[in-house]
T-cell receptor, first 111, second 118 residues
């Protein structure tokens, strides 16, 4: 059975801190790993990673994938209160169209 | 484009009642999905569809039914509501006309339907 495990499950930091969120996975035929940010409503897409070692970056957020060790990290530097959200990791397989989601990391950034 | 539209936003059902959660997308996406999200949990796939007339079960299909008669609409039916179906339901869609697009087409989510069964 496919499995996606995120850690930590929750994290509280102060504005300006740097955080690292972790995602490990076990899937039969890996195709891609995706990160989403979920505030009050629908998850919004952040990154899709398919190749090891290539960092994806968007502003203060960056992510990298290690296909040998089967994990990914999402880094957020100089955190702001607007970064407070649930961050979801999901993995897709080559054999189908479905994503398996992790439980998410609840990040709270205090002023 | 409105994107993915879900209705209703909220609903309270009594045990044993039935209802249909509506989902429509106007992006001409061929793939559509229904997920549920329980408090403090990630998303679990209920059903999905790769095109009109084609549906398939996800991880947690029991107690639900779907249909996909058009590209735009993908309703989710609950026949006999149970308290265990209290959750937030998200519909999503993506487009994949080629294998490459399938590998690089993230999901677009609706805003969710919050369902309580008491």
């Amino acid at each position: 059975e496919d499995k996606v495990v995120q850690s930590p499950l929750s994290l509280v930091v102060h504005e300006g801190d740097t955080v690292t969120l972790n995602c490990s996975y076990e899937v039969t035929n890996f195709r891609s790993l995706l990160w989403y940010k979920q505030e009050k409503k629908a998850p919004t897409f952040l990154f899709m990673l398919t190749s090891s070692g290539i960092e994806k970056k968007s502003g203060r957020l960056s992510s990298i994938l290690d296909k040998k060790e089967l994990f990914s990290i999402l880094n957020i530097t100089a955190t702001q209160t607007g970064d407070s959200a649930i961050y979801l990791c999901a993995v897709g397989e080559t054999s189908g169209s479905r994503l398996t989601f992790g439980e998410g990391t609840q990040l709270t950034v205090n002023p | 484009n409105a994107g993915v539209t879900q209705t209703p936003k909220f609903r309270i059902l009594k045990i044993g009642q039935s209802m249909t959660l509506q989902c429509a997308q106007d992006m001409n996406h061929n793939y559509m999905y229904w997920y549920r999200q329980d408090p403090g949990m990630g998303l679990k796939l209920i059903y999905y569809s790769v095109g009109a007339g084609i549906t398939d079960k996800g991880e947690v299909p029991n107690g639900y039914n779907v249909s996909r008669s058009t590209t735009e609409d993908f309703p989710l039916r609950l026949e006999l509501a149970a308290p265990s179906q209290t959750s937030v339901y998200f519909c999503a869609s993506s487009y994949a006309g080629t294998a490459a697009e399938k590998d690089n087409s993230p999901l677009h989510f609706g805003n969710g339907t919050r369902l309580t069964v008491t």
